[in-house]
């Protein structure tokens, strides 16, 4: 089946690169110039990857988000400006699933494209396990080996990286994390940094500089996914 | 400051105490002189009525001596000079005292007077002095038009002269009194001369002018003392208030003056720096491209790559460029600190570590982190922003191969970040202008940059609070140690509860 992508950005620039080298790879592209059309070719063909530009000329970009969720299931992918993060977190707070900062580079872009269909595709079969090259997670049995040797979490621990496992790849915000372990969005942010911590250390190499669970400024984490080898 | 204010009591009593001391004077010699004539004295008799009559002349002014002199004649002649209970003035001894008591009278009354009436001026002269030095030490260090309002309202002037409230020349007012603006719909009103009054409003306008015309209006509501009110000299007052007014003005223009000419500047510097580190890698960009589409089928392999990564090259120095700018645009508009949040310094260095050493494989970079975590209140990509820039800056004025190092230790409330290069430092004068705008050093201004990235790092520390320092050469006339200091949030412990 071939994977549909809509790109809706009034920068003709960026949409006029985007299409041949997406279509160069395989994808099936379309482009619309601002939100209005780009609502009604998603109502006209269901489409797998929508990337989105937040400064539109006609619409806010956050009140699309919620239009296009409700027609299929798709990823939605920001393409924002990197000093925008309040602007992130409220698109990725209204349910958009990941961002990626302009200027970006293709190799960036089509990876980020990729874990945003392996994991919507992931979410049909309902999978309950997370595989990556080191890290090995068995939701149901609440159980997590990294290169082999089980790691012992706490239960808050293990509702942490379950919840970023379950998102590997894309952004998870501090909201939706805060909600995975405390079940309340106001829970002081200190708590969530200090388990984040403490994940850090049973899990990665250099606590310092975690290569597992990269830090967003200001806007959440981001579980790595390099593949599992096969 | 000499306490002007006296109470009502005290001035009535200082009014009506010459009267009473008079009236007790002129009984005590009355009697005094009756007594000596009594034991057949009578020179002595009439003496102590011209002492009497002298002294009471002294105190209580030329009228009250007069007064008592003749009321002295017509006793002494009358009661106390045979014939008793008659007016005679037939002999010299009945002549002599009438005249002489009240020559006595007028000369000590006119003595006294006038010294009385000296005093009198020098104390009312003193007063609307001292009112006036009061005011005019109030208004000395006022440089802004609404602390003006507020001290001409304070405790220590606003008795004397009332409300105040102050209305620029399109009525528009200048500061507001503590207990809010009475008189508004007076500001627009029109009158001649220097000076009107409202009675509906019980206020008194002024016309505040300098030489440029008219600079304002002031008013002045009634004032608690009016008593004490007629000692104030309002000529004077409206004076001093003009000057103060014309001097908040000029300040302001200056000031205003100021912040006009600083943004030229910038604006000169940001054009003159768009030309340079914007033209030159779009040059690049375009020269690449373009030989890529004309000649692509003469170029070999190599020489396409190495087009192909000089475009991508470019590309990345254009985006930090813009960044900088972007982020210099967020410094000019100002920080909010309300807006500011707990982030880690540890955790942020660990992302920046990650990228930069992504980007940039050409140095090592050796880390010494001596803290789980360090909190700060800050804005987090901004705080990645100071760390990225420096890092930039040692990695592209240090030597391909050497080590940067940075060391990240805390102190009691501050957490303290090291960046150290092994590049060839910084010349001794160029230091002092290092984090100016567009600054680059004599000895790298043939290289890549814009001078922005120091600039906007000292910004952004700070902005949260903090303090950022180069020392160069650092170690062995080598190399270059950037210290930034950042005051810890009052939360900075470890929360853990299950």
Redesign the interface.
Same mark, same amino acid.
């Not at chain 2, 957490?415 to 290092?434: F, M, T």
């Given at each position: 089946m071939v994977e549909r992508i809509l790109i809706i950005d009034d920068e003709p620039a960026i949409s006029g690169t985007l299409d041949p080298v997406l279509s160069s790879q395989g994808y099936e592209v379309r482009t619309e110039k601002n939100g209005a059309d780009g609502l009604a070719a998603a109502q006209e063909q269901a489409f797998d990857v929508v990337l989105l530009d937040l400064g539109l000329p006609d619409v806010d970009g956050k009140e699309l988000i919620g239009q296009l969720r409700a027609l299929n299931d798709m990823a939605i992918l920001i393409l924002s400006? %990197?000093?925008q993060?309040t602007e992130k977190v409220a698109a990725l707070d209204e349910g958009a699933d990941d961002f990626i900062n302009k200027?970006f =580079?293709i190799d960036e872009l089509l990876a980020r494209i990729r874990v945003a269909l392996r994991r919507l595709a992931g979410e049909q079969k309902r999978t309950n396990e997370f595989r990556s090259r080191d890290l090995v997670i068995a939701y149901d049995r609440r159980e997590v080996r990294l290169m082999g040797d089980e790691i012992k979490l706490?239960p808050?621990e293990f509702d942490l990286l379950e919840c970023l496992a379950r998102k590997a790849g894309q952004v998870v915000t501090h909201r939706r994390l805060l909600l995975a372990g405390w079940k309340d969005p106001a829970v002081? =942010?200190?708590?969530l %940094?200090?388990?984040?911590?403490?994940l850090r250390q049973k899990l990665e190499e250099d606590?310092?500089?975690? %290569?597992l669970i990269?830090?967003e400024? =200001?806007v959440g984490y981001r579980l790595t996914t390099t593949p599992a080898e096969k | 400051m000499r306490n002007i204010r006296q109470s009502p009591v005290g001035a009535a009593l200082r009014r009506a105490g010459p009267v009473y001391g008079s009236i007790v004077l002129f009984l005590l010699s009355t009697a005094g002189s009756a007594a000596f004539r009594h034991f057949d004295r009578p020179v002595s008799s009439a003496l102590i009525y011209v002492l009497g009559v002298t002294v009471i002349g002294a105190i209580a002014g030329l009228r009250w001596g007069l007064a008592a002199a003749l009321a002295a004649s017509l006793i002494f002649n009358f009661f106390l000079v045979d014939p008793v209970l008659q007016f005679t003035a037939n002999s010299a001894d009945e002549f002599v005292p009438l005249i002489a008591f009240n020559l006595c009278a007028i000369v000590s009354g006119l003595l006294a007077g006038r010294l009385n009436d000296r005093a009198r001026i020098a104390e009312r002269a003193q007063a609307r002095l001292n009112i006036l030095l009061v005011v005019s030490d109030r208004l000395q260090k006022v440089v802004l038009l609404p602390d003006l309002v507020m001290a001409m309202n304070g405790d220590d002037i606003r008795p004397w002269l009332g409300h105040f409230e102050l209305y620029d020349k399109d009525s528009q007012p200048s500061g507001m009194p503590s207990d809010g603006a009475r008189f508004a719909s007076l500001a627009g009103t029109h009158f001649d001369g220097p000076t009107a009054r409202s009675e509906p409003h019980r206020a008194n306008l002024y016309r505040l002018q300098q030489s440029s015309g008219t600079i304002g209006t002031a008013i002045f509501g009634e004032p608690e003392d009016r008593a004490g009110s007629h000692l104030v000299d309002m000529d004077a007052m409206i004076a001093l208030l003009s000057m103060t007014v014309e001097r908040c003005l000029l300040l302001q223009q200056l000031s205003q003056t100021e912040a006009v000419r600083r943004s030229e500047e910038l604006k000169t510097a940001l054009l003159s720096s768009l030309s340079h580190d914007m033209r030159t890698p779009l040059s690049a960009i375009a020269a690449s491209a373009s030989s890529l589409l004309s000649l692509s089928g003469d170029l070999d392999p190599a020489v396409r790559t190495k087009l192909l990564q000089t475009i991508q090259e470019q590309c990345e120095r254009l985006d930090r460029y813009t960044a900088n700018l972007l982020d210099l645009g967020r410094l000019q508009a100002g920080i909010d600190a309300n807006q500011l949040i707990d982030v880690d310094v540890v955790e942020t260095l660990g992302a920046v570590l990650r990228s930069t050493r992504a980007l940039s494989s050409s140095h090592a970079i050796s880390k010494q982190i001596e803290s789980p975590s360090a909190v700060i209140r800050a804005n987090p990509v901004m705080v990645e922003q100071i760390f990225r820039n420096l890092l930039d800056n040692a990695i592209r004025y240090s030597p391909e191969g050497s080590t940067i190092a940075l060391k990240l230790s805390e102190t009691e409330d501050q957490v303290r970040v090291e960046v150290i290069d092994q590049g060839c430092g910084v010349p001794k004068d160029d230091l002092p202008r290092l984090f100016d705008r567009f600054y680059r050093s004599s000895r790298t201004s043939q290289q890549e940059g814009h001078g922005l990235g120091l600039s906007i790092s000292k910004g952004f520390v700070e902005a949260f609070g903090g303090a950022i320092e180069i020392n160069s050469p650092h170690a062995g006339g080598l190399g270059t140690q950037v210290i930034v200091q950042l005051p810890l949030s009052p939360r900075n412990e470890a929360v853990i509860h299950g």
């Amino acid at each position: 089946m071939v994977e549909r992508i809509l790109i809706i950005d009034d920068e003709p620039a960026i949409s006029g690169t985007l299409d041949p080298v997406l279509s160069s790879q395989g994808y099936e592209v379309r482009t619309e110039k601002n939100g209005a059309d780009g609502l009604a070719a998603a109502q006209e063909q269901a489409f797998d990857v929508v990337l989105l530009d937040l400064g539109l000329p006609d619409v806010d970009g956050k009140e699309l988000i919620g239009q296009l969720r409700a027609l299929n299931d798709m990823a939605i992918l920001i393409l924002s400006a %990197r000093h925008q993060e309040t602007e992130k977190v409220a698109a990725l707070d209204e349910g958009a699933d990941d961002f990626i900062n302009k200027p970006f =580079g293709i190799d960036e872009l089509l990876a980020r494209i990729r874990v945003a269909l392996r994991r919507l595709a992931g979410e049909q079969k309902r999978t309950n396990e997370f595989r990556s090259r080191d890290l090995v997670i068995a939701y149901d049995r609440r159980e997590v080996r990294l290169m082999g040797d089980e790691i012992k979490l706490s239960p808050k621990e293990f509702d942490l990286l379950e919840c970023l496992a379950r998102k590997a790849g894309q952004v998870v915000t501090h909201r939706r994390l805060l909600l995975a372990g405390w079940k309340d969005p106001a829970v002081d =942010g200190q708590y969530l %940094r200090s388990y984040i911590g403490l994940l850090r250390q049973k899990l990665e190499e250099d606590p310092a500089e975690p %290569r597992l669970i990269l830090t967003e400024s =200001g806007v959440g984490y981001r579980l790595t996914t390099t593949p599992a080898e096969k | 400051m000499r306490n002007i204010r006296q109470s009502p009591v005290g001035a009535a009593l200082r009014r009506a105490g010459p009267v009473y001391g008079s009236i007790v004077l002129f009984l005590l010699s009355t009697a005094g002189s009756a007594a000596f004539r009594h034991f057949d004295r009578p020179v002595s008799s009439a003496l102590i009525y011209v002492l009497g009559v002298t002294v009471i002349g002294a105190i209580a002014g030329l009228r009250w001596g007069l007064a008592a002199a003749l009321a002295a004649s017509l006793i002494f002649n009358f009661f106390l000079v045979d014939p008793v209970l008659q007016f005679t003035a037939n002999s010299a001894d009945e002549f002599v005292p009438l005249i002489a008591f009240n020559l006595c009278a007028i000369v000590s009354g006119l003595l006294a007077g006038r010294l009385n009436d000296r005093a009198r001026i020098a104390e009312r002269a003193q007063a609307r002095l001292n009112i006036l030095l009061v005011v005019s030490d109030r208004l000395q260090k006022v440089v802004l038009l609404p602390d003006l309002v507020m001290a001409m309202n304070g405790d220590d002037i606003r008795p004397w002269l009332g409300h105040f409230e102050l209305y620029d020349k399109d009525s528009q007012p200048s500061g507001m009194p503590s207990d809010g603006a009475r008189f508004a719909s007076l500001a627009g009103t029109h009158f001649d001369g220097p000076t009107a009054r409202s009675e509906p409003h019980r206020a008194n306008l002024y016309r505040l002018q300098q030489s440029s015309g008219t600079i304002g209006t002031a008013i002045f509501g009634e004032p608690e003392d009016r008593a004490g009110s007629h000692l104030v000299d309002m000529d004077a007052m409206i004076a001093l208030l003009s000057m103060t007014v014309e001097r908040c003005l000029l300040l302001q223009q200056l000031s205003q003056t100021e912040a006009v000419r600083r943004s030229e500047e910038l604006k000169t510097a940001l054009l003159s720096s768009l030309s340079h580190d914007m033209r030159t890698p779009l040059s690049a960009i375009a020269a690449s491209a373009s030989s890529l589409l004309s000649l692509s089928g003469d170029l070999d392999p190599a020489v396409r790559t190495k087009l192909l990564q000089t475009i991508q090259e470019q590309c990345e120095r254009l985006d930090r460029y813009t960044a900088n700018l972007l982020d210099l645009g967020r410094l000019q508009a100002g920080i909010d600190a309300n807006q500011l949040i707990d982030v880690d310094v540890v955790e942020t260095l660990g992302a920046v570590l990650r990228s930069t050493r992504a980007l940039s494989s050409s140095h090592a970079i050796s880390k010494q982190i001596e803290s789980p975590s360090a909190v700060i209140r800050a804005n987090p990509v901004m705080v990645e922003q100071i760390f990225r820039n420096l890092l930039d800056n040692a990695i592209r004025y240090s030597p391909e191969g050497s080590t940067i190092a940075l060391k990240l230790s805390e102190t009691e409330d501050q957490v303290r970040v090291e960046v150290i290069d092994q590049g060839c430092g910084v010349p001794k004068d160029d230091l002092p202008r290092l984090f100016d705008r567009f600054y680059r050093s004599s000895r790298t201004s043939q290289q890549e940059g814009h001078g922005l990235g120091l600039s906007i790092s000292k910004g952004f520390v700070e902005a949260f609070g903090g303090a950022i320092e180069i020392n160069s050469p650092h170690a062995g006339g080598l190399g270059t140690q950037v210290i930034v200091q950042l005051p810890l949030s009052p939360r900075n412990e470890a929360v853990i509860h299950g």
